[in-house]
C-alpha cells in the first residue's frame, strides 16, 4: 500500500481557506485518493475521494496534480464545526484490498 | 437509516474477563469492517468481511481475538481474556463494496476499558 505523510497538525481562524496537503510518492497506477473526517468521540467520515484533476462535493474540494504523487484536501470558509482530524488514504479500489489510516491531520479552527 | 449501530457504548471489566462487541451494519451493505483505534497506534484494521466471509484478519493481534459474521446484519468482536493493553475504542464500519468507492460508515464506537 503506498504510504502516505501529512502535517501533524494545522491551525486556522473562522472563514478561511484551509488546504491540507498529502504526499504519496509511491502511488500506484489503480490507486485512488480517499480523504476522512474525524470528531473527536466519532467514527471517521468519508469526505470525498479521487483519481487525478479535481473532484468537488458539497463539502470539500480535492485536487490531484498530474503526476499524483500528493494531493490537497481543500476546505472553504471553515467553521469551528471543521475542528477534526482530517485523514489522507491512498489504495487500490478493487477486489478484497482495504485502507490503511495514518497520524492524520489535526485541523484546529479557533474564533 | 439508523446508520452502524454499536453495542455497549461503553464497557468497563476486569483483566481475564470475556468482552463482547456488537455491531449491526447498515441494511444492504455487503462489507464489514472491524477497527481499533488508540492514541499511540492510531486506526488500525483488525478484520474485514465481504459477504459475512473474513477475507483479511491480519490485523487481529493474537488468538484472545475472535470476529464472527452469523448473518449479513450482525456481527461480533470478542476477547478472551481480557487484557489492560485491549483498552481502546474499537469501530465497527461498513461498506458496499460493489461501488466503486472507499466510503466506509463508521458506528459510535465502543469505548473499552480493561483494569
Known amino acids: 500500500l503506498a504510504k502516505t505523510t501529512q502535517p501533524i497538525s494545522m491551525d486556522s481562524y473562522e472563514g478561511q481557506e484551509v488546504n491540507i496537503t498529502c504526499s504519496h510518492n509511491?502511488?500506484?497506477?489503480?490507486?485512488?485518493i480517499t480523504w476522512y473526517q474525524q470528531f473527536p468521540s466519532q467514527g471517521p467520515r468519508f469526505i470525498i475521494q479521487?483519481?487525478?484533476t479535481k473532484v468537488t462535493n458539497e463539502v470539500a474540494s480535492l485536487f490531484i496534480p498530474a503526476d499524483r504523487k500528493s494531493s490537497t484536501l481543500s476546505l472553504p470558509r471553515v467553521s469551528l464545526s471543521d475542528t477534526a482530524v482530517y485523514y489522507c488514504?491512498?489504495?487500490?479500489?478493487?477486489?478484497?484490498?482495504?485502507?490503511?489510516f495514518g497520524k492524520g491531520t489535526m485541523l484546529l479552527v479557533s474564533p | 437509516d439508523a446508520g452502524v449501530i454499536q453495542s455497549p457504548r461503553h464497557e468497563v471489566t476486569e483483566m481475564g474477563q470475556e468482552v463482547t462487541l456488537r455491531c449491526k451494519p447498515i441494511s444492504g451493505h455487503n462489507s464489514l469492517f472491524w477497527y481499533r483505534q488508540t492514541m499511540m497506534r492510531g486506526l488500525e484494521l483488525l478484520i474485514y468481511f465481504n459477504n459475512n466471509v473474513p477475507i483479511d484478519d491480519s490485523g487481529m493481534p493474537e488468538d484472545r481475538f475472535s470476529a464472527k459474521m452469523p448473518n449479513a446484519s450482525f456481527s461480533t468482536l470478542k476477547i478472551q481474556p481480557s487484557e489492560p493493553r485491549d483498552s481502546a475504542v474499537y469501530f465497527c464500519?461498513?461498506?458496499?463494496?460493489?461501488?466503486?468507492?472507499?466510503?466506509?460508515?463508521f458506528g459510535p464506537g465502543t469505548r473499552l476499558t480493561v483494569t
Open positions: 479521487g483519481y487525478k
Open positions: 464500519a461498513s461498506s458496499l463494496r460493489d461501488t466503486h468507492s472507499y466510503e466506509q460508515y
Open positions: 488514504l491512498v489504495g487500490p479500489n478493487s477486489g478484497y484490498s482495504t485502507l490503511t
Open positions: 509511491n502511488i500506484a497506477t489503480n490507486d485512488y
